[in-house]
């Protein structure tokens, strides 16, 4: 069955650094685009970042762009979040996600807290 494990959150100060990992399994990874979502408290889940199958295509909600960088190895079946810069208010679960048909297929999160 389909599997997304996410790792790497913690907690950090202001302007530091996270790299998130997503390790897939149960598909055929390098097939489906994947994305990054976060959900800070009582917010909505919101995607921040895009990756195509090749890796040639992404896309950054206006929040993160310039600080977030999204990228995959195929033959690791791993898409990565690299995060800069981080600000209090990146402080939110995030989460994998790949959609293969119409089912979207989730990972359990990883939580991430931003000091100030």
């Known amino acids: 069955q389909v599997q997304l494990v996410e790792s790497g959150g913690g907690l950090v100060q202001s302007g530091g650094s996270l790299r998130l990992s997503c390790a897939a399994s149960?598909?055929?990874?390098?097939?489906?685009?994947m994305k990054w979502y976060q959900q800070a408290p009582g917010k909505e889940r919101e995607a921040v970042a895009t990756?195509?199958?090749?890796?040639?295509?992404?896309r950054y909600a206006d929040s993160v762009k310039g600080r977030f960088t999204i990228f995959r190895d195929n033959a690791e079946n791993t898409v990565y979040l690299q995060m800069s810069s981080l600000k209090p208010e990146d402080t939110a679960v995030y989460y994998c996600n790949t959609k293969i048909g119409t089912q979207n297929y989730w990972g359990q999160g990883t939580q991430v807290t931003v000091s100030s």
């Open positions: 990756i195509s199958m090749t890796g040639n295509y992404r």
């Open positions: 149960g598909f055929t990874f390098r097939n489906y685009d």
